[in-house]
């Protein structure tokens, strides 16, 4: 089923911040599979790993316990800062069990989500997501459009109610365009939400894993959600997701599950990607590199560029046109690009991109 628009080449395979297709044309990769590939492709400690996982353990389910979903467990906790984890398989999972996990928390049933915001396309997470086109065609919905606009905390003031059993936000809007909220706009969010006995869930499911600049974009506001989301770059590829929360906020049992959730295959790639991270400070590579992309791609002369925003490599450049074309000048020059919301173009290469890869980037977009 073509469900998604999809560039006319065949990719074979990858390396780093480099992939190639079928005819051996490459192509340095600034999409990283929608901010996936973190650590760059097939991470050769990430190969490793996963291969001896495959050959000593694969599934097993939740009914019992195993060694690398406990690690994680204690690996999360860590680099999250939350008290409990709860693994599942992708980001919309991950946005659904916080939507159940707000709703068994507080008793409450309403959410409120921001203008421009995704969160994913299964029934629950579709209700909180912004575009009419992705939501129209499934209603009924969890609940009705319940949508304020992004950075602005009146609105959320005002439309927040007795029965709101939380507010989702993304930190940075991802698919919504890299929209950086003003610094206190969280902050008062936060406030906002202990006031009215509401949940503050954050959805990182983008902007988590160095993404930003830092291992989770809260950080850079100074602001703890009740509840987090993980996904994308977490597993450095494999498919995984995950939700975060603060101690007291808890599933019992019987009240959530996934079959595959936490499997050992997914939690020894998620520790060895965690492990790449660290050990090649790609948290500080993000926001280094990052600031220097941005620089750089602040002096284009490209016809119609408006702005450049974001923080580490979660680029965002803003056109007062469609951007498809550039696209598609980048795929014929050798980089993989993707523009988000039509007129900005997503820049989220893997972390380890270098200084050398960043300008032939930029010169085929100067060219452009
Ligand atoms: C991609 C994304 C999701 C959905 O993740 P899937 O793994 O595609 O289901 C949810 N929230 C945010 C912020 C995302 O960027």
Known sequence: MQTYGRQPIVIK????????????????????GIAVNNIGHCHPHLVEALKKQAEELIHVSNLYYT????????QLVNVTGMDRVFFCNSGTEAVEAAMKLARVTTKKTDFLAVEHSFHGRTMGALSLTYKDM??????????EEKFVPFNDAQAISDAITANTAAVIVEPIQGEGGINVPSNGYLKEVRKICDENDSLLIFDEVQTGFGRTGAWFCKEHFGVEP??????????????????????????????????????????????????????????????????YFSKELSKLSTEGLVEVRGKGLMIGVQFNRK???????????????????????????PLNITKEQIDRVVNVLEQA
């Open 13 to 32: 395979s990858g390396k780093g911040s480099l992939v190639y297709d079928i005819e051996g044309r490459e192509y340095i990769d600034c999409v990283a």
């Open 67 to 74: 060694e690398p979903q406990a690690e994680l467990a204690g």
């Open 134 to 143: 992705y939501r129209a065609p499934f209603k009924p919905l969890v609940q």
């Open 226 to 291: 009740d509840i987090m989301t993980m996904a994308k770059a977490i597993g450095g590829g494999f498919p995984m997701g995950a939700i975060a929360a603060r101690e007291g906020i808890s599933f019992g049992r019987g009240e959530h599950a996934a079959t595959f959730g936490g499997n050992p295959l997914a939690c020894a790639a998620a520790l060895a990607s965690i492990d790449v991270i660290r050990e090649e400070d790609l948290i500080r590579r993000s926001k280094d590199m990052g600031e």
């Open 323 to 349: 951007c498809a074309d550039l696209v598609e000048h980048g795929r014929k020059n050798g980089v993989l690009l993707n523009c988000t919301s039509e007129t900005v173009l997503r820049i989220a290469p």
